[in-house]
């Protein structure tokens, strides 16, 4: 992934921002090769790409799970490299593309439970937090169970609300609707609709064009950030998608 | 053939069981889409379908598989995996863990089938000229995309020349491009009398792939025929199924009185 997809008028006011990112894994596999983008506070943007073009490595640059190899990531206009992850966590929720590397509690309500109790969150807050998110994604009956008695698409769901129960500012989903039937498409539409109604920034990883046409307002394409820069979604062209290996909704 | 008769399944600890009589023939060379809504009980399905369940996850079955006139409750996990090969639907699980590049990966496969080491190397290198993974041979198979992973466990399968496949998910997380080189290379691999079942929430791949789909509810078959006419069925819609863009759009051109056949074959290339 290389390029830019800066809008200079939002510089001031982005929520997330890179200057020139190049991540290297392992000292050879070049996954970011000078990456500028802002992504404005409050905004939904989709990114979208072809696979390994380095669309999950880019946002765990976001909350600090991957430091830059080159260059630098600012959340709300400070640099991440002087904070650390448990820091950057009360700022950026970011849900895993595969849930079975963020879930690891006996039970739903624990799992969920965990990211609000560590930003210090208690009593009727926290428990009302809890409630909202599995209300949300549709887990308010599950709260007792082990999250490996649910099936692959509601240990995502669960992934979503242990994120939403932070409430943090800026959400990140990584391949939301993987596995989700249409309803379930629908519920993560929605919810993406009232983090954005409520003035948060999300930023989400797909290759549903679909539900990126539908619940987002700019896209950003991971390969050639450059060429694609600022397409709302209503506007996506077809030759830059089928370019970016990507299906025309 | 692969054949499931009067098969009902439950998890070990669960007190209820989560599939129910459920008859499905897979016949050689013939794809089958299995649909239905979350938690349905498809990936359950697969897991049965391949023996897996119960030979290696437990619980207790009901009824019968077998593969090609071989009752699969009398047959090993490695003399089954010589008949049925399961694909998963998180390619983390699927992974073997033990192979340091992409390439052994592949090629642990049909290494564990015994055969000679160049027919192992024909085999690996042509699963992985189909994906078109040649980029991809020296990684390390635990530090790839989630898309790349997922196609690599493709190939993994593609690698044993199985005779019958069972897929969960295969594409979920993969581009448009890799979606559609899975969909030639499983075409491809039921033109050898492979039989493939598939669990797909996208349509759009099963209504180009296979020549029937199967619908399950609560653990049950609730519809099963040509691809056609299921896709057609209003009830996949009350199901959380959405009908591929082929059949929403004759069917939105049919409610403003336009017959879709006037368009010729414009709506199938338009979504293929």
């Avoid at chain 1, 000292?27 to 072809?50: K, M, P, S």
């Avoid at chain 2, 049965?48 to 090993?76: I, K, M, Q, Y």
């Avoid at chain 2, 009830?235 to 959380?240: C, D, E, Q």
Wanted: aromatic share 4%; hydrophobic share 40%; proline share 4%.
């Amino acid at each position: 992934m290389t390029g830019r997809a800066l809008d200079p008028g939002a510089v001031s006011t982005s929520a997330i921002r890179t200057e020139g990112l190049v991540h290297v894994y392992d000292g050879a596999t070049r996954a970011l090769d000078g990456v500028d983008l802002a992504i404005a506070r409050g905004e939904r943007v989709a990114i979208v790409g072809q696979n390994g073009s380095g669309k999950s490595t880019l946002v765990r640059h976001f909350n600090g799970l991957l430091r830059p190899t080159e260059g630098r990531v600012l959340v709300d206009g400070a640099d991440v490299a002087d904070r650390r992850v448990a820091h950057l966590a009360l700022t950026v929720g970011l849900v895993f593309q595969d849930p079975d590397r963020q879930i690891f509690a006996g039970k739903v309500r624990s799992e969920v439970a965990f990211g609000p109790r560590n930003l210090g969150r208690r009593g009727a807050e926290l428990e009302g937090a809890i409630d909202a998110a599995l209300v949300a994604t549709g887990l308010d009956k599950d709260a007792e169970t082990n999250p490996y008695d649910l099936g692959y698409s509601r240990r995502k769901l669960l992934a979503l609300a242990s994120i939403l129960a932070m409430g943090t500012p800026i959400v990140v989903l990584d391949e939301p609707t993987t596995g989700q039937d249409a309803r379930g498409v629908e519920r993560i539409h929605r919810i993406v609709a009232e983090l954005s109604a409520s003035g948060r920034t999300v930023v989400a990883i797909s290759h549903d064009m679909r539900f990126v046409a539908e619940a987002f307002e700019r896209v950003i394409d991971a390969r050639r950030a450059d060429r694609a820069r600022w397409l709302p979604s209503r506007g996506v062209r077809r030759d830059r998608l089928a370019d970016a290996r990507i299906d025309v909704p | 053939m692969l054949e499931l008769t009067g098969v009902s399944y439950r998890y070990a600890g669960y007190a209820t069981e989560v599939l129910h009589d459920i008859d499905l023939r897979l016949a050689d060379g013939e794809i089958v889409g299995l649909v239905g809504p979350n938690e349905a009980g498809k990936s359950t399905l697969c897991l049965v379908a391949s023996g897996l369940a119960p030979a290696s996850v437990g619980g207790s079955l009901r009824g019968t598989l077998t593969l090609d006139g071989t009752p699969a409750a009398g047959l090993a996990t490695h003399e089954l995996a010589e008949r049925v090969v399961v694909g998963f639907q998180n390619p983390n699980t699927q992974r073997s863990g033990i192979a340091a590049t992409v390439f052994e990966e592949i090629a642990l496969g049909p290494m564990n089938l015994g055969l000679a080491v160049a027919e192992t190397v024909e085999r690996t290198r042509e699963a992985i000229e189909r994906l078109k993974l040649e980029h991809l041979i020296l990684r390390d198979p635990q530090r790839l995309s989630g898309g790349q992973a997922q196609l690599v466990g493709i190939a993994s399968l593609l690698a044993m020349r199985p005779r019958h496949v069972i897929l969960d998910e295969p594409t979920a997380q993969l581009d448009p491009a890799g979606t559609r080189l899975v969909g030639e290379a499983l075409r491809s691999l039921a033109g050898t009398g492979t039989s493939l079942l598939i669990a797909e929430h996208k349509t759009d791949l099963l209504d180009g792939l296979c020549s029937r789909i199967v619908a399950i509810d609560g653990g049950r078959i609730v519809i099963d025929g040509p691809t056609g006419e299921v896709f057609d069925d209003p009830r996949l819609t009350g199901l959380g199924v959405e009908r591929p863009a082929r059949a929403r759009l004759a069917a939105a051109l049919a409610t403003r009185g336009v017959e879709p056949g006037v368009l010729g074959g414009a709506l199938e290339d338009a979504t293929r």
